[in-house]
């Protein structure tokens, strides 16, 4: 017996696409419940902790857009890169690395600047800077050197949390923090602006606008033109006239900035204070993402929000059952198998043949 | 002072295993073809299981073993995905990352801050009481001398034998080693689950030896590390050897470092592995020397015989 794939001769259509994402979720949440089950836990209730407040109730769903706002930004930070088959898997870092450029900038670099509307685009070009920093070493380590990005940024994303653990358990440990590595509060002039008491804030707006940049970009310019031929085949990118090595570094350099303006939000809108594990690995969550999204800047609002949920149903499970949640984890890692796995069967016609 | 000379050098190699195990069964697998950056999920897996092993149970050997047959599993996925549905390998090698880090936590949760039996320094008659080096090589724990023997058997393997050629021939040239009759397929999966096993040896180093206990995410990127030592060693397990203990090095330069009072503070300390895995790839990674001296040249590529790509 033997397995034949067949190349299909048409593209899928959207809405095959669509579908087949649709079962790759639903796969993993069957898998989820086994997991769940595995420690004696009933998965239908844990199912209904997952969503029921945090999509059913008013409370629920703004803390479901607020976890979205740092999942939107890394996802559209590393969709750049990855439009262009670059694995860009530097966003936790890049995130974390614009967090600590914002948090350096309301606390000590700006002392004197009172006025919101000078601070808060302050904060969010330096988070930009630092996060594409970030982003351009891998970056020109890949263009000139060849070196592999993957284990480049992973390496940085060490490298920042690091820093981020220093800084806060060493000389930025701020007044009254008990001796909790954590910082002072940011003064009132570098907290973007709230809506109510549940932790809306203006950061969600401007990831909502940063989607449609990056639709723009992608689609609109030479740029995202580039970005498609070189994705599609390099070589056939390098014949087009396509500078490949600035490209490359273009992208890694945006993509950085994108998550290190992530970072900026996270602190000015939701945080307001720097600590070591501030981020619960959101640039990793990112790169499931931008996947199940095709890679579509529209569609990546949603997943997002869809993670959003996911998250915030996953401190519910913690809080209510008990259980730990590291399983959106294993969710995760089970979801890009299905969704591997659900392309090859929209791609090809597998056939056992006997032989 | 001698003490610390020993100690550190003692912890070089006792942090280097884990590295090595990790990096010789990736060489393994990428000697046949195929690309596996799951290192860091299948060491957690195997340092999840080995430690819940050993403390369900209390037999070491045990928990070994099933943390080396956790790798393997989880090797077999991705070999299933890379291999039989040829899907994007650093995808699904990122997959089996999330799937291990989400697991051993999830499952791990239950034994944090438990106490398990573990793996306790044996020394070598004669050779443990040499000056220096015997305190340093010769009075570590069993699973260390298996690092030892580990490369010269994988060295022997892959240069002298049938077996070993045949392992070259389908990472280099698959259509030729279909040609001569060996089977590319089988070949990679029997490979890329044996680099599984090794990866969850590493594991086990770490949760039953290294730092007996269990934490989630305790492997802190050291399946990532082998990666970058694959490279580095060039798909050879002598000089592999050689990158492990020095990384391993590295990452306990701090212990020494706190008891000479090198006024660095110890989360600055904690970036040296990682910085130094940048650095070791901007001289390993360039062009040139990987057209020297060769990655496998069909690396993450599927074999089709029908499809040639």
């Given at each position: 017996m033997k397995i034949k794939f067949e190349k299909k001769s048409t593209k899928p259509s959207k809405v095959s696409i669509f579908l087949s994402s649709l079962i790759s979720i639903l796969i993993a949440l069957v898998f989820l419940g086994f997991i769940i089950l595995s420690l004696g836990d009933d998965p239908f209730e844990a199912y209904w902790q997952l969503v029921s407040w945090a999509m059913g109730t008013v409370p629920g769903l703004i803390q479901s857009l607020v976890s979205m706002m740092p999942l939107l930004f890394t996802s559209l930070g590393v969709l750049i890169a990855f439009k262009m088959k670059l694995w860009n898997i530097g966003a936790e870092g890049q995130f974390q690395m614009g967090a600590f450029a914002a948090t350096w900038g309301a606390l000590y670099l700006f002392p004197n600047i009172h006025n919101p509307w000078v601070m808060i685009p302050l904060l969010m070009i330096l988070g930009a800077a630092f996060g594409a920093f970030w982003g351009f070493l891998p970056g020109i380590m890949r263009a000139y050197l060849g070196v592999n990005e993957i284990l480049s940024t992973l390496m940085l994303n060490y490298v920042a949390i690091y820093w981020v653990n220093y800084l806060t358990y060493g000389p930025w440990k701020g007044p009254g923090s008990y001796n909790f590595p954590i910082t002072a509060k940011f003064p009132q002039s570098a907290i973007l602006p709230q809506y109510g008491s549940g932790g809306l804030n203006f950061g969600i707006i401007i990831s909502i606008i940063m989607a449609f940049f990056v639709l723009y970009l992608v689609k609109y310019t030479k740029f995202g033109f580039h970005l498609e031929i070189a994705g599609d085949n390099l070589r056939a990118g390098e014949y087009a006239g396509v500078n490949v090595k600035k490209l490359i570094i273009l992208a890694m350099v945006i993509g950085g900035a994108i998550s290190g303006i992530g970072g900026m939000a996270e602190m000015s809108?939701?945080?307001f204070r720097l600590q070591p594990n501030?981020?619960?690995g959101y640039g990793y969550t990112a790169v499931i993402i931008a996947w199940l999204a095709r890679l579509d800047p529209i569609a990546t609002i949603v997943v997002s929000f869809f993670f959003g949920v996911l998250l915030v149903g996953s401190q519910q499970l913690q809080l209510f059952m008990q259980i730990p949640s590291s399983l959106i984890n294993a969710f995760n890692g089970i979801l890009l198998f299905s969704l591997l796995a659900s392309e090859v069967f929209m791609r090809y016609r597998i056939k056992v043949v006997r032989s | 002072m001698n003490d610390i000379v020993i100690s550190t050098f003692a912890g070089a190699i006792r942090a280097g295993t884990p590295l090595l195990f990790a990096t010789l069964g990736e060489i393994l697998a990428e000697r046949s073809g195929v690309l596996n950056l799951g290192l860091e999920g299948m060491m957690l897996m195997g340092a999840f299981t080995g430690f819940s092993i050993s403390y369900i149970t209390g037999n070491l050997w045990l928990a070994v073993l099933a943390a080396i047959l956790v790798g393997g599993l989880m090797a077999s996925l991705h070999a299933f995905m890379s291999i039989t549905l040829r899907i994007n390998q650093v995808v699904s090698g990122l997959a089996l990352v999330f799937l291990g880090q989400g697991l051993s936590g999830f499952w791990g949760n239950a034994y944090v801050g438990m106490q398990a039996n573990s793996f306790q320094n044996l020394k070598i008659p004669l050779l443990g009481d040499i000056p220096y080096i015997g305190p340093i090589v010769f009075n570590r724990d069993i699973l260390v001398y298996i690092g030892y023997i580990s490369v010269p058997v994988i060295w022997w393997f892959l240069y002298k034998t049938t077996a070993g050629m045949n392992l070259r021939a389908v990472g280099e040239a698959p259509d030729a080693a279909d040609a001569r009759g060996i089977n590319v397929i089988l070949t990679r999966y029997l490979y890329t689950i044996i680099g599984g096993f090794f990866s969850g040896l590493a594991g086990a180093y770490i949760s039953l030896a290294y730092t007996p206990m269990w934490v989630q995410n305790m492997t802190a990127g050291r399946g990532w590390i082998a990666v970058a030592l694959v490279i580095f060693a060039i798909w050879d397990p002598v000089i592999a050897l050689i990158g492990a203990y020095a990384f391993g090095g590295i990452s306990v330069l701090q212990f020494s470092f706190q008891i000479l009072q090198v006024p660095i503070p110890v989360n600055i300390m904690n970036m040296f592995p990682y910085i130094f895995t940048v650095f070791v790839m901007l001289f390993a990674s360039s062009n040139r020397i990987k057209k020297l001296f060769?990655?496998?040249?069909?690396?993450?590529v599927p074999y089709s015989r029908e499809e040639k790509t």
């Open positions: 809108g939701v945080l501030f981020s619960p | 060769g990655a496998p040249s069909a690396l993450g």
